[in-house]
């Protein structure tokens, strides 16, 4: 938890709003056509199925794409992991845990940390941990979203998606954190559920620049969002063939 001029900033970790006080899963089920982005972020991956997969966001995106992967589900609120398993038993595994560590240590060939507040990162300690991860263990993909900052201006109702999946929030403030790899700290108050909360959002070309310079035997691909209409970007991170 970190502070910024006597703010606190309630990073996606805060028990409060994954307690189970909130039905999460069902909003995203209302909110998100996750059908679609299961098949959006499935094209984004090495085409060869069975591939084992570490993944963080979505619990029903995983279980989509564990159809084809053999799906190892991280998830950092003991109560989501708790429905996780509970909801989809299909997952090969559900790790309760975060994210980095378990990428630190697990070789997995496919790594999708996508959708939602999975990527919360607000320190810049936090990407270094990820670029060492990827160092660490060869990978045939990497896949990241988070939000774009240039796409949250201040004081302005942000829809995300269409149609009957549709999400909507206001963004109340923002601060710098890490000019180096372009992360900020936005503010926001969504309207379902109604409550405030912080998260991370980046300048979609400094965090590429920043990734393809620590990580030189990769490209480092700056992609839509996998959501429809969603102020965010997706990062799509590949070895170079020798």
């Not at 794409?65 to 190892?72: G, I, K, P, T």
Request: net charge negative; aromatic share 8%.
């Amino acid at each position: 938890m970190a502070t910024l001029a006597g703010d606190t900033l309630a990073v996606s970790r805060d028990e409060d709003l994954y307690s189970g006080s909130v039905d999460w899963n069902a909003i995203y089920r209302e909110g998100y056509p996750l059908e679609r982005i299961a098949r959006r972020q499935a094209r984004l991956l090495p085409d060869d199925q069975g591939q084992p997969m570490l993944m963080a966001g979505f619990a029903e995106v995983a279980a989509i794409l564990s159809r084809q992967h053999d799906v190892r589900f991280v998830e950092y609120s003991q109560y989501m992991v708790e429905e996780a398993r509970r909801h989809w038993p299909q997952l090969d595994e559900v790790v309760h845990g975060d994210i980095l560590d378990v990428l630190a240590e697990t070789p997995a060939s496919c790594v999708a940390i996508s959708c939602r507040i999975s990527a919360n990162w607000q320190q810049g300690e936090q990407l270094t941990r990820l670029v060492e991860a990827i160092i660490r263990h060869p990978r045939l993909r990497i896949v990241i979203d988070a939000f774009d900052v240039e796409r949250l201006p201040l004081s302005t109702r942000i829809v995300s998606g269409s149609g009957r999946h549709q999400l909507a929030w206001q963004t109340l403030s923002r601060r710098m954190l890490e000019p180096e790899w372009g992360m900020h700290a936005v503010h926001w108050r969504g309207e379902k559920p109604d409550r405030p909360a912080w998260v991370s959002a980046f300048e979609p070309a400094t965090l590429t620049r920043c990734l393809a310079r620590q990580l030189p035997g990769h490209e480092v691909r700056c992609l839509p969002p996998l959501i429809p209409q969603d102020p965010g970007f997706t990062l799509v991170i590949t070895p170079r063939s020798p």
